[in-house]
């Protein structure tokens, strides 16, 4: 008998263009698509009049146990998720109900893949330049399922360390403080003018990209749809872009003098 397949797939940022063949074929290889409507929609076109089973925002421990449930019953099944699914993403409930249900990898039970896309921070980071090109962390901002204290406290070390900092699920429409909390703390370790991004919906319909600075970002629309990008202290913005050398204090020479020094508050505290 076929082994049951269970492919976990990152569709990218949205547009079609920025899924991966390799992602379009495991797709096109099962029988049931298993996702959110909103990327359903996404990818109409490439899975067609397959079998689709949608729910809602909420619900993915219920998507991801009924795609465990479909592959035992003898289905191919691509559950799909925003971006990449190991980022903020469904691969690790997957895993976490094939683990509940006595899962092994080597014993004929279903097999696993998880076909990766391009997540959120590196299509926002493209489309505003290149603000990631060192060091740098990612914190949601999303106290739903994590303590406000540790994002806080995630966010104080970041800034701290001079890292660009990518902030996912910065607002919702009930959650609404959490970015102005976000932007004091980072404030208390980086310079005001210091270059940020705004990308709403980054390869989709509406897409918005603002360069601003951490100072002014309380000025602008975010929602649940946009990332943030705030750079370190040698971030630089020029024609509507945002970029962060790949080096400090003038390691490579460029011809143009410009020296850059790490702003690091560790020794504060
Ligand atoms: N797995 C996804 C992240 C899901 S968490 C990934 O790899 O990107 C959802 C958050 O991702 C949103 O709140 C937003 O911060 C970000 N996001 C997802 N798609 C986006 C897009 N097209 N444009 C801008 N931000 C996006």
Redesign the pocket.
């Known amino acids: 008998m076929l082994p049951k397949r269970l492919y976990i797939v990152?569709l990218g940022?949205?547009d079609v263009s920025l899924l991966s063949p390799r992602a379009r074929s495991a797709l096109e290889a099962s029988d049931v698509i298993v996702g959110y409507h909103t990327y359903l929609s996404q990818i109409r076109e490439v899975v067609g009049g397959k079998e689709t089973a949608a729910s809602g925002m909420q619900q993915e421990v219920a998507r991801a146990k009924l795609a465990v449930e479909l592959t035992r019953s003898g289905k191919t099944v691509a559950v799909v998720?925003?971006?990449?699914?190991g980022?903020?993403?469904m691969a690790s409930l997957v895993f976490e109900v094939l683990r509940e249900q006595g899962w092994a990898r080597s014993a004929g039970d279903i097999e696993v893949e998880v076909v990766p896309?391009v997540?959120?921070?590196s299509?926002?980071a493209a489309l505003l330049g290149a603000p990631l090109s060192h060091d740098f962390a990612v914190i949601s901002l999303s106290d739903l399922l994590t303590p406000w204290e540790a994002i806080a406290l995630r966010l104080e070390l970041a800034a701290r360390a001079d890292m660009a900092i990518v902030l996912?699920?910065?607002k919702s429409s009930r959650r609404r403080e959490q970015l102005g909390i976000a932007q004091e703390i980072i404030l208390r370790h980086r310079a005001p003018e210091t270059p940020v991004g705004i990308?709403?919906?980054?390869?989709?319909e509406g897409q918005n990209i603002v360069v601003t600075d951490l100072q002014h970002l309380g000025e602008h629309q975010v929602d649940?749809?946009?990332?943030i990008v705030v750079g370190n202290s040698a971030t630089f913005s020029f024609e509507g872009l945002m970029v962060t050398p790949r080096g400090y204090s003038g390691k490579y020479d460029l011809g143009d003098g410009i020296r850059t020094e790490p702003r690091m508050d560790i020794d504060a505290h």
Do not use: E, F, Q
């Open positions: 990152g940022p949205g998720c925003g971006g990449d699914p980022i903020y993403g896309g997540p959120a921070l299509a926002a996912y699920n910065p990308v709403r919906n980054a390869h989709r649940m749809t946009t990332t």
